[in-house]
């Protein structure tokens, strides 16, 4: 056991991690110049290379001869960056003894650097600062300030940070020397009973489900029966490995290892990312702690486009949630859409991969509805009740008062934008609670803000007025009270409950109008007129008109008494009455989503 190290790579967006990761992997031997037809090598998932971004943490096992003579084996876990994705993070914590934190010499310490760092911090791991990108020209001038920034942060010497170019493979060597010596060997019994952390999961359509897991203490064989503590389910272990680029199978795993098995677990459900795996006939054993929850902050409709697919778009998220603990989904039905499920993310970026995931790896043709936040309402008669969806909201004349969550965010950014980025926080109804100049140059400024305010545009604003230097983190601080109201959107005097909204009656009237402006450039237009309209209860706040398609009728007469051409408007006037009461007006998917596009 004392020759395993446990480690992740923790850092901001766009830093390096995946870089960082294929460099270890080269120089490890385990994966050749040759094999590495791409950079980011385990960032397999098609959206990840297309969009540059690390979506999933990826597991792989390296074997490294050091300095001092003795092999080790080193159990690298690489994670996404991004804010929405903390939870991929959080996971691969509880798997470590270590952390390598990576900083960008052009960049310096950022929002998402400092949150994974005092998440590192919590979970008791041993961190090594590294500072990347110093073959950049830009890099010169930036070094020693990024040096200060790093040691102001950690509170370490000069000589304890690492400067490497992950890109060139410089100082990779001396890092790897660093892992070895520093980050403490895992603590454990393999000769106790058996206590092993699930980080991870996925799904195999011929093996079912394939569990990722750190063993603390004993030992896993094949053939052992197994416990899994959260749902009391037991299962006989069919195979046992380790994870190299794919899965090799060991047939054991002891105290200390990370690596993953397959038991024939047919039922999703069976299987919790968090969870204590024991052996079977082993009772009082205590679950393994470290494992936090996160809790989803926004909340979607997703509805199957043909309501034949319900039952098959239920197992695609069955599937995905597998692998994706932060989804939660729960069936709900709309009046517009038919039957559907409520789903929760933790942000825009992470319901849009969701999205995407599932129109690609399980085929699923889905609507998606407007995103809201969770509210808590007080009702005249009775407690609290927390809703997620505008069209469960009780009448005005049944609610006391109406919560909503706010959020601590900190945005560090170049001082010469700190104008612009105050006044997109005022304008979202933010707090200013601190500022604090890290340096000449650079501010961190705190803002209490509605967290409905920020899930829709607010990071892409943050980055357009900062240029893109700005960064952002944030979490949940409290609930508090606010004057809400319920936007309804009627077509042709039908109210289409997908297309409800919960927003702040200051800003009311004008979300109505440019809503309504909106859905009339996307609504197509029928055989008859569409009227949009925007009301707050039974107050209608704004209309607009869709055209009807006109057809001319009287291009056939070419002479003779006009009443021959007014009978055959006055048929037409018929048919157009009798279309506008049973027509249904056609409702693209761009619509639903028409609120993320709309500009303040």
């Known amino acids: 056991m004392k020759q395993f190290r446990n480690f992740c790579i923790i850092a901001h967006i766009d830093h390096g991690k995946s870089t960082l990761a294929d460099r270890l992997l080269e120089l490890t031997g385990r994966v050749s110049k040759r094999e590495m037809v791409m950079n980011q090598i385990l960032d397999d998932n098609p959206l990840e290379q297309e969009r540059g971004i690390t979506i999933k943490l990826h597991a792989i096992q390296m074997d490294y001869a050091a300095n001092d003579g003795n092999e080790y084996t080193l159990n690298l876990i690489d994670t996404p960056g991004h804010v929405d994705f903390s939870y991929e993070v959080s996971r691969s914590l509880a798997a470590c003894e ?13 929002a998402q650097t400092i949150s994974n760092l005092y998440m590192a911090i919590d979970a008791d791991l041993e961190i090594i600062p590294v500072l990347n990108k110093i073959d950049l020209p830009s890099a010169e001038t930036t070094i020693e300030d990024v040096k200060h920034q790093i040691i102001e942060l950690i509170g370490c010497n000069e ?8 890109k060139k493979g410089t100082g990779i060597e001396a890092l790897l020397e660093a892992i070895v010596e520093k980050i403490p060997h895992p603590k454990g019994d393999p000769d106790a009973k058996l206590r ?8 195999d359509s011929y093996r079912g489900v394939i569990v990722n897991l750190r063993v603390f203490d004993g030992t896993l064989k094949e053939g052992d029966k197994i416990r899994f503590m959260a749902t009391d389910r037991v299962y006989d272990i069919d195979e046992v490995g380790i994870m190299y680029m794919n899965r090799h199978r060991t047939k054991e795993l002891s105290a200390g290892n990370v690596g993953y098995l397959s038991a024939s677990i047919r039922n999703l459900q069976d299987t919790k990312v968090g969870d204590t795996i024991v052996h079977a006939s082993e ?3 205590e679950h393994i702690s470290g494992f936090t929850e996160v809790k989803p902050m926004v909340f979607s409709g997703i509805y199957p486009a043909d309501s034949d697919d319900f039952e098959s778009l239920r197992e695609s998220l069955s599937k995905l949630v597998l692998n994706d603990s932060a989804i939660t989904f729960e069936p709900e ?10 789903c929760g993310f933790l942000g825009l970026l992470h319901m849009e991969i969701v999205q995407e995931r599932l129109e690609r ?3 699923q043709n889905i609507v998606t509805t407007v995103p809201n936040v969770r509210y808590t309402v007080f009702k005249n008669h009775g407690g609290p009740v927390s809703i997620d969806n505008p069209a469960q909201l009780p009448p005005p004349g049944e609610i006391s008062e109406l919560h909503e969550p706010y959020i601590k965010a900190q945005i560090i950014t170049p001082t010469e934008y700190v104008g612009n980025i105050m006044r997109l926080c005022m304008d979202r109804r933010g707090t200013i609670l601190d500022t604090v100049y890290l340096s000449t140059e650079r501010v961190d400024l705190s803002f209490e803000l509605p967290l409905a305010e920020v899930v829709f545009d607010f990071y892409d604003r943050l980055k357009s007025i900062s240029r893109g230097y700005a960064s ?12 809400l109201v319920k936007l309804d959107i009627m077509l042709n005097g039908e109210p289409v409950d997908a297309l409800s909204s919960i927003v702040h009656r200051s800003k009311a009237y004008e979300w109505g109008r440019k809503y309504c402006s909106k859905l009339k450039e996307l609504i197509p237009r029928q055989m008859f007129e569409v009227a949009i309209q925007a009301s707050i209860g039974a107050k209608v706040v704004s209309r607009t008109n869709v ?5 001319n009728v009287t291009a056939k007469c070419y002479g003779g008494d006009i009443s021959r051409k007014r009978k055959l408007l006055e048929k037409q006037k018929k048919g157009k009455k009798r279309m506008k009461q049973v027509g249904s007006v056609e409702i693209p998917q761009e619509a639903f989503l028409a609120i993320l596009s709309i500009d303040d």
């Open 196 to 203: 092993a952390l699930i980080y991870d999961s996925i799904f």
């Open 333 to 342: 039905t709309s009046k517009a859409l038919g039957f559907g499920f409520r």
């Open 159 to 166: 000589e304890d940070i690492y400067q490497i170019s992950a």
């Open 283 to 285: 009772t009082g054993i």
């Open 547 to 551: 055209k009807a398609l006109r057809k």
């Open 361 to 363: 790896e399980f085929g």
């Open 472 to 483: 952002l983190d944030y979490e949940i601080s409290d609930e508090k009270p606010a004057d």
């Open 98 to 110: 270590g952390a390598i934190l990576i900083v960008d010499a052009t960049q310096g310490i950022e």
